[in-house]
T-cell receptor
Framework: AQKVTQAQTEISVVEKEDVTLDCVYE???????LFWYKQPPSGELVFLIR??????QNEISGRYSWNFQKSTSSFNFTITASQVVDSAVYFC???????????FGTGTRLQVFP | DSGVTQTPKHLITATGQRVTLRCSPR?????VYWYQQSLDQGLQFLIQ???????AKGNILERFSAQQFPDLHSELNLSSLELGDSALYFC?????????????FGEGSWLTVV
């Protein structure tokens, strides 16, 4: 069975702090895809990143970075120098190779205070 | 803006009623997905259509049905509504399936059943 676990329900930080959101996944497939989405207070789901299981390179996009480690089945997301606009719920999701649906974690609510 | 358009954004209806949610996928995307986000169930996959044909089914109730039309827009029909159907319903689209493709979500339709 496939599963995504986001153990951190809620994180609060002060602006400019770095914060890491954890994501642990379970799958028996050798080929799979991992995603992060952001859900701001307005409700929409915003795509952040997609990573396939063969690409373990870390990725950096501005203040965002992702660390994918197959050995620990983790796909963690770090925001550097957090800003109030980063306040949102962040979801990690998994898609297996031969299925077309996303399995979402329960999300981590990030609150960034000024 | 993801390019996925959903209407209506908000609706309030009474128990036992029927509603239709509408979705226009991103230009060029053939696959449409419906997800439900509720407080107790989190983000759940309901159903997927690819180029007019049902492709995958998730936790969709028998009272719910969907279809994708020749112009690729999709509708989700919810009938005999119950209080527990109150949720945020997302439509998403991708070029083909989730496998290897990014899924982009619309802003969602907030359904309140009273």
């Amino acid at each position: 069975a496939q599963k995504v676990t986001q153990a951190q329900t809620e994180i609060s930080v002060v602006e400019k702090e770095d914060v890491t959101l954890d994501c642990v996944y379970e799958t028996r497939d050798t080929t799979y895809y991992l995603f992060w989405y952001k859900q701001p207070p307005s409700g929409e789901l915003v795509f952040l990143i997609r990573r396939n299981s063969f690409d373990e390179q870390n990725e950096i996009s501005g203040r965002y970075s992702w660390n994918f480690q197959k050995s620990t089945s983790s796909f963690n997301f770090t925001i550097t120098a957090s800003q109030v606009v980063d306040s949102a719920v962040y979801f990690c999701a998994l898609s297996a190779y031969n299925t077309d649906k996303l399995i979402f974690g329960t999300g981590t609510r990030l609150q960034v205070f000024p | 803006d993801s390019g996925v358009t959903q209407t209506p954004k908000h609706l309030i209806t009474a128990t036992g009623q029927r509603v239709t949610l509408r979705c226009s996928p991103r230009s060029g995307d053939l696959s449409v997905y419906w997800y439900q986000q509720s407080l107790d169930q989190g983000l759940q996959f309901l159903i997927q259509y690819y180029n007019g044909e049902e492709r995958a089914k998730g936790n969709i109730l028998e009272r719910f049905s969907a279809q994708q039309f020749p112009d690729l827009h999709s509708e989700l029909n919810l009938s005999s509504l119950e209080l527990g159907d109150s949720a945020l319903y997302f439509c998403a689209s991708s070029v083909q399936g989730a496998t290897g493709n990014t899924i982009y979500f619309g802003e969602g339709s907030w359904l309140t059943v009273v």
